[in-house]
């Protein structure tokens, strides 16, 4: 008796797997091929119809308006492509502090929500309860239209040790301006620090190898405090302060945080640090008091046992999604289209667009802007997930 | 012989039992315990007393114009002016009961869906589906069957958050679980198309996303196609969510161990099949609670259809507190809309925490 063994000779037949999953390969790609040429073809015609020329020629073009903050010099004329530097600047400007600001407040309250106080605790929580179930927008809006736009005029403004002024028109304060010895001091800080990396390496390698340790924070500390003080004896102060004055109706000199940037800042702050404060309290919780009692019957003290082995193994847990709260920080960021701060989406994909009706090229950029920081934040992500990942058997 | 007799048991001693041991206990264990205490208070002490007096005690109840709030604090005669405005829009006064008809249909639709000991769920359900969008258009729109047209543009309000949040769900739900399937299948032009797509969608914020549903779907279109407003913002947010339901519900695929899948492989059923019969009803259910998740960040996000010019809750309160005759009224308006918006969202992430409890049944050790 024979028995045929192998597979059965492949014939063309759509109950063959193979064959189906090719076709219905074929079919995904000529749909998205054929919607594509579909939405471009209408594109085309509309765009022809209505006159618009497109491409990105007008970012070339004289802006012709003004705007209420940038950080980097800007006169009426200069052109569009500017004002979409300007933008992304503001946009960056207010991710930065937001993310700084939230991070701490985030940390803060996470801690105080695990502590054994049960005043802290619970106060902690009713924090987290309200913020993070009230719109981001609505935050905003009510810190702008609420609180900032009800203060009182720059001549009645409130007053902190006559330096700083909070009015209607904003947060003024002193500017630090730069004096010749400012450039001296800047190299004299970046020594320090190469000076306590370098002191770092060695006290590393000599434990490691003699098991002798080293005590590097404070010598770190005095590094950091002695060679630039040395750079202030040598060459004078680094800064001066431009004190703001009350001229006629506003204030003169210093630096102005307008209110647009405070509300904007603020609510970002107060809605992520909600988000953020979940996810330190989880990544704490994630460690097993296990972990705790095995590094203290290694002989390990309380501190090392929190730097060593609790804090390690909570960021691994923590990290992941405290970038994606940073991320979403960026992406909420835009919502200042709703006060007019003129950021990315409200100066850019706002006025430039209604200026100029190239919709197509403008929210193109828009949206790659925001493609490419997400991106560049989750590839930064996945390189520490596989850096930091457990190695198992 | 004596036996001896024990004495009764001696109460515990009085500073370890009732209030005083626990107040020792948590909150004056050491001396930065009790700093922290006292630091808790003192923040209460500020924060408390002058809300509600603003709130509660000083505020005025009763008038009809904003001369008549002559107290100190909230004024909340303008939220009781201005409610049909924020929560109908500018429906017409006439036909708003035919949005609360709907809002009731939902409810007395849904209520079986809630009770453990209904046996006919999954046909109710179903039923409830395909029935009920039908009824809520036809009653909201109006149009047929003797209702009066109402345009969209003069939706508003809580009810134009609360039609936006629900078709936006429902409309990325089966769109979510069909990229979700996408992203795990085999073949690799399906899978790149939608890692594509939910990658492109969740890298972008919504904002941008309402600017290019109202500026660019025209250019899209055919000419002469013309969408109301609202049905354009409603596409970009289905597009939108659908990518973040697309993640949660993968999440989900991923938690079902692979003997799931041999299994239902083994027992002869086809892709489709094993999918809907085997796969999906178990990760679904995992993935519920954070379906309800998405569910409130969408329900947050509706605010931001005030950038495209939708008349939402949001809107509303930010038009009216824009009113000559209610100058100054912002705090009121908004503290209103907070409390609106966060009622809803907190109770919908107690929901979600019960159905955690409740659904979590099998796969853990």
């Not at chain 1, 800007?74 to 300007?86: C, M, N, Q």
């Not at chain 2, 941008?208 to 947010?237: C, H, Q, W, Y």
């Not at chain 2, 938690?255 to 239902?264: D, H, L, W």
């Amino acid at each position: 008796m024979q028995i045929k063994v192998g597979a059965p000779k492949p014939r063309f037949s759509l109950g063959d797997p193979r064959v189906r999953a090719w076709l219905f390969q074929l079919i995904t790609v000529a749909l998205v091929v054929f919607m594509g040429w579909y939405l471009f073809n209408n594109t085309q015609t509309n765009l022809q119809h209505r006159g618009i020329t497109s491409g990105f020629d007008f970012l070339e073009r004289s802006a012709g308006f003004g705007i209420a903050q940038h950080l980097i010099d800007y006169t009426e004329s200069d052109s569009y492509a500017r004002v979409f530097l300007i933008g992304l600047l503001n946009t960056l400007l207010v991710s930065v502090i937001g993310i700084v600001l939230a991070t701490v407040l985030g940390f803060i309250i996470g801690v105080a929500r695990l502590s054994s106080n049960w005043m802290i605790s619970k106060l902690a929580t009713v924090y987290v309860e309200i913020f993070r179930n009230i719109p981001p927008l609505l935050q905003i809006l009510f810190w702008y239209f609420a609180v900032f736009l009800t203060m009182p005029g720059p001549r009645n403004s409130h007053n902190f040790a006559d330096t700083f002024y909070m009015s209607s028109r904003g947060l003024n304060m002193p500017a630090a301006v730069g004096t010749e010895a400012f450039w001296p001091f800047v190299g004299s800080v970046v020594l320090a620090l190469v000076a306590v990396v370098l002191m770092v390496r060695r006290a590393n390698k000599r434990f490691e190898e003699t098991g002798v340790p080293f005590h590097k924070f404070w010598v770190g500390l005095a590094l950091m405090l002695v060679i630039p003080g040395l750079s202030i004896v040598l060459f004078g102060t680094p800064v001066h302060w431009e004190m703001p004055e009350l001229k006629g109706f506003n204030f003169v000199g210093g630096w102005v945080l307008i209110p647009e940037l405070l509300a904007l800042t603020i609510a970002l702050t107060v809605y992520t640090a909600a988000f953020i404060a979940e996810i330190v309290r989880s990544g704490i919780k994630s460690v097993s008091h296990g972990q705790t009692e095995a590094a203290r019957s290694l002989g390990l003290r309380p501190g090392p046992t929190l730097r060593k082995v609790i804090i390690p193994q909570a960021l691994r847990v923590i990290i992941p999604p405290l970038t994606s709260q940073y991320l979403n920080l960026v992406k909420n960021s835009s919502l200042a289209a709703g006060i007019g701060y003129p950021e990315m989406v409200s100066l850019f994909a706002g006025t430039v667009l209604n200026q100029t009706g190239q919709a197509i090229e403008v929210i193109a950029i828009t949206m790659s802007v925001y493609l490419a920081i997400s991106i560049s934040i989750s590839l930064l992500m996945n390189w520490y997930n596989t850096r930091i990942a457990l190695i198992e058997r | 012989m004596t036996t001896h007799v024990f004495k009764p048991d001696m109460p515990p001693p009085g500073n370890r039992i009732g209030i005083v041991a626990w107040a020792r206990a948590n909150l004056f264990s050491s001396w930065l315990n009790t700093l922290l205490t006292l630091f808790a208070f003192y923040l209460i002490w500020l924060i408390v007393p002058p809300l509600l007096s603003w709130t509660i005690f000083d505020a005025n109840w009763v008038g009809s114009t904003q001369a008549d709030c002559t107290k100190e604090g909230a004024c909340w005669v303008f939220i009781q002016q201005r409610f049909g405005q924020f929560m109908y829009g500018y429906y017409p006064t006439g036909l708003r009961w035919r949005v609360d008809l709907t809002v009731w249909l939902a409810v007395v639709g849904a209520a079986p869906l809630f009770i453990s000991r209904f046996k006919h769920k999954a046909i109710w359900g179903l039923g409830f589906l395909v029935v009920y969008p039908i009824l809520a258009f036809t009653l909201l729109h109006g149009g047929y069957w003797g209702l009066t047209n109402v345009a969209t543009s003069q939706w508003g309000g809580l009810m134009l958050t609360l039609v936006i949040a629900t078709v936006g769900i429902a409309g990325a739900l089966p769109l979510g679980i069909l990229l979700a399937l996408g992203r795990r299948s085999d073949m690799p032009a399906i899978r790149v198309v939608c890692v594509t797509f939910i990658e492109f969608w969740r890298g972008v914020p919504l904002i941008t996303v309402l600017f290019m549903s109202s500026v660019m779907l025209p250019l899209f279109l055919p000419e002469g196609m013309n969408f109301d407003k609202l049905l354009r913002a409603l596409i970009g947010v289905i597009l939108f969510q659908s990518a973040y339901v697309a993640e949660v519900v993968r999440g989900g695929l991923q938690a079902i161990p692979k003997g799931q899948y041999e299994a239902a492989a083994a027992m002869g059923l086809g892709y489709w099949r094993s999918m809907g019969l085997v796969i999906l009803p178990q990760a679904l259910k995992l993935v519920i609670p954070g379906i309800v998740n998405t569910f409130i960040a969408l329900f947050k996000d509706t605010s931001l259809v005030i950038i495209i010019g939708l008349f939402d809750l949001l809107n509303s309160v930010k038009q009216a507190a824009a009113d000559p005759k209610w100058l100054g009224m912002a705090t009121e308006g908004y503290v209103f809309a907070a409390l609106v918006f966060w009622i809803f969202c907190f109770g919908m992430s107690r929901y979600s925490m019960h159905l955690e409890h409740k659904l979590d049944t099998g796969h853990k050790r």
